[in-house]
């Protein structure tokens, strides 16, 4: 009897990078709520449907490309974070 070979560690790695993405999402939408100028709201509104063509785009197989999505999502909100510290 054989076993499926179940790439167990990519898709741990791959539901954690999505949750660095959807945090980010996050912080895009609360940057749309938090003003009223129209262009900023399109351009918080386009960053999140860049991070959703990003996941979409992912391998679930690929660890390396799994682990580079999340270290550039994880490095944009960081970035975003500390904008918000500043301001």
Do not use: C
Request: glycine content about 2%; overall charge negative; cysteine-free.
């Amino acid at each position: 009897m054989s076993t499926a070979n179940v790439p167990e560690i990519e898709y741990a790695a791959f539901d954690a990078m999505k949750e660095v993405a959807s945090s980010l999402k996050a912080a895009y939408f609360h940057q749309q709520l938090a003003t009223d100028s129209e262009l900023e709201i399109k351009y918080w509104t386009a960053q999140e449907d860049f991070v959703q063509r990003i996941v979409s785009g992912v391998d679930n197989t690929d660890l390396e490309e799994i682990r580079a999505a999340a270290e550039f999502f994880a490095r944009l909100l960081d970035e975003l974070e500390t904008r918000a510290k500043v301001a």
